[in-house]
């Protein structure tokens, strides 16, 4: 939960501005719905956002015909950085690829981009939280879920827009017969040796 607080209040410290206590309170109630109820599905999800509900949470305003046909929560939304109110998720617009490979097809959903959200900004975080006292402060994600949940997909989505030219992504998949010495040569396979012990991206 304060890794992402803390990420989503990057942007703000990097313009060095300040955060009213509404904002913050917003941003708090967001990264607490996903750091606990992340893992819940639509019913558990419900609940929670009821309870919060309950402790007078800054919720948004959500029409009394969501809630009870669409099932609308908190984890439908989130804090939009310019105004500082809650906003709906809504999907990233697709762009099509020049070739089209059905089998291959990854259409943005409100999961995905919701899902990607957070990776983002958990990946946004600086690599030292505190140089002298040697704390890293970059920090993983792990999406979690049942097969066909689209994990994977999501991952894919995410890493297709790294810029190429700083970074380099590599796919491995694990099973229960993946061994150490087999993530290790997958690993070495990708990159260049320059010394015995010293490896260095290829190119």
């Not at 917003?26 to 999800?45: P, Q, S, V």
């Not at 990233?92 to 999961?111: C, H, M, N, Y």
């Not at 998949?173 to 993530?183: C, G, I, K, L, V």
Request: glycine fraction near 4%; aromatic fraction near 10%; include cysteine.
């Amino acid at each position: 939960m304060l890794n992402l607080l803390t990420a989503l209040l990057q942007k703000y410290i990097q313009r060095s501005e300040a955060v009213d206590r509404a904002s913050f309170d917003k941003l708090l109630t967001y990264c607490m719905a996903w750091a606990i109820g992340g893992l819940f599905e639509a019913d558990g999800r419900e609940r929670f956002h009821k309870y919060l509900e309950s402790k007078n949470a800054p919720l948004p305003q959500i029409a009394p015909s969501k809630v009870s046909v669409e099932k609308e929560t908190v984890f439908d939304y989130y804090v939009d950085e310019s105004t500082r109110q809650w906003k709906l998720w809504e999907a990233e617009v697709w762009q099509p690829p020049k070739r089209i490979a059905f089998s291959q097809l990854l259409i943005p959903t409100g999961d995905s981009t919701r899902a990607e959200y957070i990776i983002e900004k958990i990946a946004s975080l600086p690599v030292w939280r505190h140089e002298a006292r040697k704390e890293p402060g970059a920090q993983n994600t792990l999406l979690v879920g049942g097969p066909g949940t689209a994990k994977t997909s999501v991952i894919i989505m995410y890493c297709s827009k790294f810029d190429t030219a700083k970074m380099l992504f590599k796919r491995i998949n694990f099973s229960s017969a993946t061994e150490p010495a087999n993530f290790q040569d997958s690993i070495e396979a990708e990159v260049e040796r320059k010394q015995v012990r010293t490896f260095t991206p290829p190119g």
